[in-house]
């Protein structure tokens, strides 16, 4: 005898994701389970659209959504008004054009109750990059005499930061994990922070964009004796570009086993940055249409 078993395949949830691209690709690819006679063809018609090869070339990352086809994707996905919405954010913050308008649609995003209920942690991790004086509390925390108090805090760090920021960076540490209670202390512990890989580098982008605004008001507010800024200006070969990263990488790593490996009593936090980056355009390359 023959036991035949019969499998219900679930649509995707449409919270659970971040990328619009891969929900069309699971959207897809459960609709042809439960229609084998479903195709590119076929969704075209349901969203009013000529080509064909429409839905595979953005599946595909080959074409972008554009406002119209937006909705003609909404139409033919049959997305409530709440799902569309969150669909329209999910692109805006995939094809954005400037860090304003993503970060933009990652606020919009984060604050949908789903999303916020699916990507708790990775939605704080994105915040802990984004606010420089949340990794500076974090580092705050390791000194003998660190006090968790939001004023003390907030008159400790430089330049100095609200109340409010300071609570805001001491609850965003105790619910990542970063910061636990031990008696009536806070003292730093091993976790883990992490960020959807769709919104890191946006997130990263914030966390420098704040340190280097701290490395230029360090010129004016601190003596020489207290910082140290250096910076040289050459041309390079571009087969040098990726040895030299790793020179710089290299030489963060250093500095942090020198510090870690130190037996001397740590009392101040301090921010180590490296730049790196063109000045110019390539000369072998034809920037503006004409040859430098």
Do not use: C
């Not at 008696?183 to 976790?191: I, N, S, T, Y």
Request: no cysteine.
């Amino acid at each position: 005898m023959t036991l035949l078993s019969t499998v219900t395949a679930t649509a995707p949830d449409l919270y659970a994701y971040l990328d619009y691209r891969a929900y069309l690709r699971d959207w897809f690819q459960f609709r042809k389970s439960a229609n084998p006679r479903f195709s590119h063809r076929v969704f075209a018609r349901l969203a009013g659209q000529r080509s064909p090869s429409l839905l595979k070339h953005v599946m595909d990352g080959q074409r972008n959504l554009t406002p119209a086809t937006t909705e003609a994707f909404i139409r033919a996905l049959k997305l409530s008004s709440e799902e569309a919405e969150f669909f329209s954010w999910l692109v805006r913050l995939d094809q954005a054009p400037g860090v304003d308008e993503r970060n933009l649609a990652w606020e919009r995003i984060s604050a949908t109750r789903q999303v916020q209920r699916a990507y708790r942690i990775e939605g704080e991790g994105f915040r802990y990059l984004s606010h420089w004086y949340i990794p500076a509390v974090r580092e705050l925390a390791t000194l003998p005499g660190f006090r968790p108090e939001p004023g003390w805090i907030a008159r400790t760090l430089r330049p100095r930061i609200t109340e409010a920021q300071a609570r805001q960076a001491l609850s965003t540490l105790e619910e990542l994990g970063l910061l636990v209670a031990q008696g009536d202390r806070l003292v730093p512990a091993d976790a883990v922070v992490k960020t959807p890989h769709e919104v890191t580098g946006l997130a990263v982008h914030n966390y420098h964009q704040g340190m280097l605004a701290r490395a230029s008001e360090a010129i004016g507010d601190f003596d020489p004796d207290e910082r140290h800024l250096g910076a040289v200006t050459l041309a390079v070969a571009p087969a040098l570009v990726p040895q030299v990263k790793a020179e710089l990488a290299s030489f963060l790593e250093r500095v942090v086993a020198l510090v870690e490996g130190a037996e001397e009593t740590r009392d101040r936090v301090y921010q180590v940055n490296l730049q790196f980056f063109p000045l110019s355009a390539a000369l072998s390359g034809d920037p503006d249409g004409e040859t430098p």
